[in-house]
């Protein structure tokens, strides 16, 4: 556990890419094949299993201690994370080790063992001393990373391509070859890490999908040598980027998150069973209705669900549009340029001989201009925006510069008055950066209608965090409500009808374009211009 937390801290406390690599190859060159196992999945993102909600924590710890649950919210509201305050509060009251413990106990052990014992304990009472007998064995910041384990709450500045580099240069594997062994479902334990880092062929699991190629955005220095007749456009859909795999006569469909949703798309499931042996095809779920591709906010219908309704089939029928060939008659053809993996994907998609399976159109342009002119007119063919693949490329791991582009329509606007702020996590823990935005209603009424985190600078979070704390009119927990007197324009990728929030609209994507410093509250537009943008954009289904 101390060299995990040591690990956390190195690559938490540096913005170095290199830095974090060489932390990585050092952690893993002296951990265990079972700790560098748990470790890769925790960096990765592959386990975020809550065993007790910080809520029941906090209780716990009130239990313990007799601290004053006020004092405790008000520590909450300066910090905004509960793993953090409470690992603060347990060094202040004297709850945990100065320095580290000689004897270490495993991560794999806490994983494994100490954590659901914990969570087995149905006495309350007890459950809260053993809780507080392992902290004080622990420093504060071994209790820190404890209680994010044990709210499934980790998280850590590392992205999945630098651990997958250090790995590679530890063991000597090539990174494509790690990257596609860490696809799907992965085991604990010292076999499935020696699979990972193994330098012999390791044959995949029939189920497992291929990392998937990812689009970098189009800019100018895309444009400076575009060669039309090099580039294969495509329309660029807004729907759930999927892997289908068909081997040994059985149907997978994989998301782009790593997340087996076969269950959930039954009639796609049944259509890929008349798939070849042997092939992998990549491209997007969307609802098809009335000859129409309908808005992400009607796939949302089908997401989550373990069981579908035949209602649901009904009103949300899904389709797949196919737009590239990864494995053909049981060969990886990942390393054939696009035109050649093309001709394979037409074939296959062929065979299939479904309306539900749709061949991506490829389309010409002649010129940039062309190319611009088509981009603008991508939300009237259901799509939003291009993307532009190089026809002699590769398919490759994650995003490549160069291989592809996506080259997506100006985001949709509105123009709202900021309402709620809430404290970020992190390093953003201590200050406001997490946002709703309000729309006038036409009783002159503000409605919450968008959440957003990103888009300013640091130094207008830093002001108007200020400003934040300045001009608080009422707290809710960890949320403070403020004077109506800043405007932002709020960008997002779509826009759809809900009844589930008050403004009756839900968007896509929301993120802050600008703070409009040039215009007061009462400038801001109205739920009835969010209708007319609904309106305008998604077509009556």
């Known amino acids: 556990m101390k060299d995990f937390v040591k690990l956390f801290d190195e690559i938490d406390s540096t913005t170095s890419t290199n830095e974090k690599v ?40 009130l239990t313990q201690t007799h601290y004053p649950e006020w004092l405790l919210e008000e520590c909450w509201d300066h910090v905004g994370d509960t793993a953090e305050t409470l690992s603060l509060l347990a060094h202040s009251l004297n709850l945990c080790r100065e ?6 106990t495993s991560l794999t052990a806490w994983m494994e063992e100490k954590i659901p014992n914990l969570a087995r304990i149905k006495d309350e009472e007890k459950q809260s001393q053993s809780l507080i007998n392992l902290w004080k064995k622990l420093t504060a910041q071994e209790i820190f990373i404890l209680n994010k384990l044990i709210t499934g709450a980790f998280r850590v500045g590392v992205s999945e391509k630098l651990v997958i580099r250090a790995l590679s240069e530890v063991y000597g594997v090539p ?10 479902n992965l085991d604990t334990g010292e076999q499935a890490f020696e699979r990972v880092v193994s330098q012999e062929a390791v044959a995949a699991n029939f189920s497992q999908p291929y990392p998937f190629c990812l689009a ?60 070849p042996e042997g092939t992998v095809i990549d491209g997007e779920i969307l609802v098809f209705r009335n000859q ?3 808005s992400f906010q009607a796939l949302q219908k089908r997401l989550g669900r373990k069981k579908v309704s035949e209602q649901i089939l009904k009103d949300y029928p899904a389709g797949f549009m196919a737009y590239d060939c990864l494995e053909f008659n049981s060969r990886d053809i990942r390393q054939e340029t696009l035109k050649e993996r093309r001709k394979k994907l037409e074939k296959t998609v062929t065979k299939i001989h479904d309306s539900k399976v749709l061949l991506s159109p490829t389309i010409d342009v002649d010129t940039l201009e062309e190319l611009n002119e088509l981009r603008m007119k991508a939300r009237e063919r259901d799509a939003e925006g291009l993307m532009i693949k190089w026809w002699a490329g590769v398919y490759s791991v994650g995003r490549k510069t160069g291989n592809w582009w996506k080259y997506k329509v100006d985001p ?13 996590t992190g390093r953003r823990s201590n200050l406001y950066t997490d946002y709703t935005f309000a729309l006038w209603n036409e009783k002159k009424e503000l409605i919450p209608f968008a959440k957003a985190y990103s888009g300013l600078d640091q130094s207008e979070i830093d002001e108007l965090d200020a400003w934040i704390r300045r001009h608080t009119k009422e707290k809710f927990g960890p949320v403070r409500s403020v004077q109506a007197e800043h405007v932002f324009e709020i960008g997002f990728e779509g826009i759809g009808s809900s009844a589930r929030h008050k403004s009756g609209i839900a968007v896509r ?3 802050i374009l600008r703070w409009r410093k040039d215009k007061k509250a009462e400038d801001a537009d109205t739920l009835q211009s969010a209708q007319e943008l609904l309106r305008a954009v998604n077509r009556e289904e």
């Open 216 to 275: 970098h955005p189009w800019n100018e220095r895309s444009e400076k040598n575009f060669d039309p007749k090099e580039w294969c456009i495509e329309w660029k859909y807004d729907g759930i980027r999927a892997q289908v795999i068909r081997r040994e006569s059985h149907t997978w469909i994989w998301s782009r998150g790593e997340e087996d949703i076969t269950e959930t798309f039954p009639e796609l499931t049944e259509i890929f069973t008349h798939l």
């Open 509 to 511: 994507f929301p993120r």
């Open 175 to 184: 990174t494509d070859q790690i990257a596609h062994r860490l696809s799907g």
């Open 99 to 104: 320095t580290s413990s000689q004897t270490d």
């Open 412 to 424: 949709l606007t509105l123009d709202a008055v900021l309402l709620y702020a809430q404290s970020g």
């Open 22 to 61: 060489e932390a990585l190859k050092d952690y893993f060159k002296h951990a265990t094949p079972t700790d560098s196992m748990w470790t890769l999945l925790l960096l990765t993102g592959r386990l975020s299993k809550r065993t007790i909600t910080s809520r029941s924590l906090s209780r716990m710890f």
């Open 292 to 294: 129409r591709i309908s």
